[in-house]
């Protein structure tokens, strides 16, 4: 109930900072035009406005009591002051109300006092910028502030708001103006000065919807994070169909106000055609209002009571199929089908454009391009279309570690190397035997075109009209997942043949497995403790094999400290006692004495070069490999002393490449611990 009630008192106090907002931004478009100001609907429109910023402050206090309710699990909690002050002062969403309070209240008496004693337009832009204010607090507790305050996130969410409230504010503005023609007792003819109002309204409000769905797709974009099967089977993503169909309905209503009802006002020729004109057109803005309050209550759900898509976990994917343009392309005549269905899409959008130039009836105009846009999309989607099944958009469990990857590379040796072969070529000793080609999971792009959820279906389930059987009596589901992660591993490490001991500036490559670790030091973590701190040279090496390189960095630890590089040396084999000792000794950058097997294994699929693919027989692993990995955990560089050459035992190099990561300034998302 108090959920219910915390959600019913957001969308209240959002829709009235909205309206106040847009309304203010209306009335200062409106002009200097002081006859205008002393207009009936103008003064009736600013009797609207300190009930509207009260009403603002009122569902601010309901929303902190309905939470405080919420978190406490008392409703007897509401009335005692105290814990109004504790949460207030202890907690973050206290902080930020308290803030969205004050914005709140200095709006209302700004509103006040101007209207009170200001009569000049100056008033209505200080009433907006005030109205700003809120509304930027208010975004500051929705989903996309909770991922983190970035400007590339955050922003975008603000001016969607804003500009919603520029749009949505207006309609009551233009409800009220038409309001004296509809209901007037004698009737008059349009007045100039009126419709150069809506004509300025309706120039404006053009280019602000473009921004909100600009702005909308960008904030979308963000909160699924590429997980856009959310769209259609989450809670989330079905408001979100929701919001948008209510903005495409409203965005139809108000390109008929626009193009006929507003002409038709303008041109009429007499009070007659003024009354009728003004009533159809408010009847339609009227629809268009209620529809953007609805389309508030939507989005308020959506920021504040719904999980965002990209953290929602599908349990099943309700479909028997999905659409992927990489899995697809490659196909025969899948291009010629697809982009032949964009052409028909096109023509019906063509088609609506002549159609309404040529003045055709409603049911013509809406049928023929409808008509075209289905044909369009049936001949384009098909193609597009493979197999899917329940588990296809799991999020994997188990993360994409080190340890996972050990654990799964030992249940490969048992259960699937006769048949993929020791490199997942499809090369196995009993491979020639079956009655279908076993694919190459090596070099072929499959983990690129299928999703883990894929993969560990068909290790749980078989694949159908193949030898493949299913092994979920014989493996258990974290067992499942380890296998998945080795086989995207080994996808993975061979990806990484592009990188050299130079990295490319401003460009993430590959994301390498995670891992935790011990130290002879003392020091325990895991790699993404560096995120967001500095870079990693992460050192995988052999003992005796690797003294000479091991004394080099020792040497220019400083020189590689002052870079702000982080050093982690990995002994590829368990050392013995005394290895440790001489290796430690006066070395001031950790070596893992725990963890060290299943980080050098997880790497080592990571050693193949453009020059040495190493794809024959059981593969061979090089005594010594160093990866360079940047400050959002993905893997830049790569130096194999026995297959590259130059390469970073010319230690500046190294400083050099160190350097470029410092220069850096890449806006993109650190990377992920789950295979995707």
Sequence with gaps: MLEVIAAAARWFQLAANLILLGSCVFLVIVGADKRTYTAQWVERLERLFPKLAISIVIGLVIILAATIGQVTGEIGNILQLNIWFDFISNTRTGQIWAGHVISAILLTLAVI????????????????????????????????????????????????????????????????????????????????????????????????????????????????????????????????????????????????????????????????????????MRKWVRVEFLLAILLVLVATILANNT??????????????????????????????????????????????????????GMKRLVAIPVALIISGMAVALPPLAIEAYPETYQKPPVPFDAISISYGAELYSEYCIDCHGHQGKGNGIKARTLSTVVPDMLTEPHTVEHTPG??????????????????????????????????????????????????????????????SYAAHDGTRGVLQDFRGKKPVLLVIFTWPQSADRIEQLKQNFEKLNALDIAVLAVPAKKLAPEELVEITQGLLFPVVTQGGEEIAQ????????????????????????????DRNGYLRARWIPSTEEPGWDDIELLVEQAELLNKENLSVSAAHEYIR
């Design 307 to 360: 999980t965002p898509a990209k953290h929602v976990i599908i349990e099943e994917w309700p479909f028997s199929f999905r659409f992927s343009i990489i899995a697809t392309w490659g196909t025969e005549n899948v291009a010629i089908q697809v982009w032949s269905g964009i052409a028909i899409v096109v023509l019906a959008l063509c088609v609506l454009y002549f159609g309404r130039v040529a003045n055709w």
């Design 454 to 515: 894929d993969f560990y279906h068909w290790i749980t389930f078989g694949m159908k009209n193949t030898d493949m059987p299913g092994y979920a009596d014989k493996l258990s589901e974290e067992e499942r997942w380890d296998l998945v992660n080795y086989v995207y591993a080994l996808s993975r490490g061979y990806q990484t043949r592009i990188l050299s001991p130079e990295i490319i500036p401003n460009r993430t490559n590959v994301q390498p497995p995670v891992f």
């Design 602 to 629: 997880s790497y080592a699929l990571s050693r193949r070069t453009l020059s040495h693919p190493d794809l024959l027989g059981r593969g061979s692993v090089p005594n010594h490999m160093e990866f360079l990995i």
């Design 113 to 280: 006092y101007l209207l009170k004693n200001i009569r000049t337009r100056g008033r209505y832009v200080v009433c907006a910028l005030m109205a700003i204010f809120p509304l930027i607090a208010d975004a500051m507790v929705s989903h996309v502030a909770a991922e983190g305050l970035s400007i590339a996130s955050f922003v975008p969410y603000v001016l969607h708001i804003i500009l919603a409230g520029v749009w949505l504010g207006g309609l009551p503005a233009l409800l009220l103006l038409k309001y004296e023609y509809v209901k007037q007792v004698k009737s008059k003819k349009t007045s100039l000065q009126d419709i150069r109002i809506l004509k300025r309204f309706s120039a404006m409000a053009l280019p602000v919807m473009l921004f909100i769905v600009i702005t909308g797709i960008v904030v979308g974009d963000h909160i699924f994070d590429g997980d856009y099967a959310a769209l259609v089977a989450t809670p989330y993503g079905w408001l979100l169909n929701v919001k948008i169909l209510l903005l495409c309905i409203i965005l139809i209503i108000a390109s008929s106000v626009r193009s006929y009802w507003l002409p038709l006002f303008s041109n009429s020729q007499n009070s007659h055609e003024t009354q009728k004109s003004a009533a159809g």
